[in-house]
């Protein structure tokens, strides 16, 4: 079992960059496939990006590709999505996700294993 605990959110103007962080709980980290996800208000959850267990294999969103980078470190446990050129289309609640599966299928949102509390990320105009 593992529990999720996002962190680096907050507001930033366009054009910024943020890192955020995902600290996993569990001795198993590094058999999970992570993701990351966002919510918007009045939106459904969407795919962001996707990294399989050992970071070999990464999937993005359209809207996110060569903006956004999901990696992750196994020692540490955490995995981390570092943000660029971010846009206010990219305000909303981030999430982080967790799944014994592969990269391929946690982008899709109901193959989330475990999942965190979110973390609002803030892009003013």
């Known amino acids: 079992q593992l529990q999720l605990v996002e962190s680096g959110g907050g507001l930033v103007q366009a054009g910024a960059s943020l890192r955020l962080s995902c600290a996993a709980s569990g001795r198993t980290f590094s058999m999970y496939a992570m993701g990351w996800f966002r919510q918007a208000p009045g939106k459904e959850r969407e795919f962001v990006a996707t990294?399989?267990?050992?970071?070999?294999?990464?999937y993005y969103a359209d809207s996110v590709a060569g903006r956004f980078t999901i990696s992750r470190d196994n020692a540490k446990n955490t995995v981390y999505l570092q943000m660029s050129s971010l846009k206010p289309e990219d305000t909303a609640v981030y999430f982080c996700?967790?799944?014994?599966?592969?990269?391929?299928?946690?982008?899709?949102?109901?193959?989330?294993?475990?999942w965190g509390q979110g973390t609002q990320v803030t892009v003013s105009s």
């Open positions: 990294i399989s267990p050992i970071g070999a294999v990464t």
């Open positions: 996700a967790a799944a014994r599966s592969t990269a391929q299928a946690l982008r899709y949102v109901g193959q989330g294993d475990y």
